[in-house]
């Protein structure tokens, strides 16, 4: 728990989850009596307006401190972490943080507009289906302007697009392409993306030091949204993928994900925590 008070958090818990929602409450507790600031918000649930998620994000970010924990009153969320990628102001404030508690240029060698925002808001919607029907063509022209203006995030939705098959032609090529642009500008979901598609040779000649490569890089920033990262350098060490089979190792990686509350690594965890001992014994 110590370690972890220093972090830059954003949880989101359902007051229905009655396992993370007291979890989370105690650990929030704990945090604060450690010296950590914790802005506390709430909402009834993820089915919100986008106007009401920018209030929450504007009044919770006002309060300037390193921890955030929002609670979904209504209904009995699963997974809340998958909900907070959808947020555009929560992955946003999740993206400014480094782990020396400094602020990265915003966009990289790119200067951000309103109108970049604009796009990337709108294709969002038409491909999540929130606020709008889905509608993946819709999504593609807007991502596409989004990045014509410069958002760095853009690359990593049309890759998602080629990668899918979603309102184009699939093109794991094209896929690649847009990746590699978004995670040259610090995108590190694009670049968890980008390793994933070296692991399975998608549009590249299959390179799994090159996966573990932009694993490791995506997994560095140590929060939630790193997580998939480490969860994939716990398969590749788990199966033997482009280095020396080896479960402790794996297991080190699923421990550090679950650590941050990502729930999907609980049973990869548990699955090599059993083949550890079972070697043991």
């Not at 921890?67 to 009995?76: A, R, S």
């Not at 946003?92 to 990337?120: C, I, M, S």
């Not at 995030?153 to 590699?180: H, M, P, S, W």
């Amino acid at each position: 728990m110590e370690a972890i008070k220093d972090k830059k958090l954003w949880i989101l818990v359902s007051q229905g989850d009655t396992k993370a929602h007291p979890g989370m409450n105690a650990a929030t507790n704990r945090w604060e009596t450690l010296g950590s600031k914790v802005a506390r918000s709430d909402m009834w649930n993820s089915k919100s307006t986008a106007a009401q998620f920018d209030e929450l994000v504007k009044n919770t970010r006002a309060k300037k401190a390193n921890i955030n924990y929002t609670v979904f009153k209504g209904g009995n969320h699963n997974y809340t972490w998958s909900i907070a990628y959808n947020i555009e102001g929560i992955r946003d404030w999740l993206f400014e943080q480094t782990k020396t508690g400094e602020k990265v240029p915003p966009f990289g060698k790119f200067k951000h507009n309103d109108n970049a925002r604009k796009y990337l808001k709108q294709g969002i919607e038409f491909y999540t289906g929130n606020n709008a029907e889905k509608n993946y063509k819709q999504a593609l022209k807007y991502f596409h302007l989004a990045d014509k203006h410069g958002d760095l995030k853009a690359g990593r939705y049309i890759g998602l697009c080629y990668e899918n098959g979603y309102g184009v032609t699939k093109d794991y090529v094209k896929a690649v392409q847009f990746y590699q642009k978004a995670a040259d500008n610090g995108d590190i979901t694009a670049t968890y993306y980008l390793g994933h598609m070296y692991e399975e040779g998608l549009g590249v000649e299959q390179n799994y030091d090159k996966a573990k490569q932009l694993y490791i890089k995506s997994a560095q920033r140590g929060d939630v949204i790193a997580a998939p990262g480490m969860v994939a350098l716990g398969r590749l060490f788990e199966n033997g993928l482009g280095v020396s089979k080896n479960t402790q190792e794996a297991e080190k990686w699923y421990q550090k994900a679950v650590d941050v509350n990502y729930k999907d690594a609980q049973a990869d965890l548990e699955r090599v925590k059993n083949l550890n001992a079972d070697k043991k014994q």
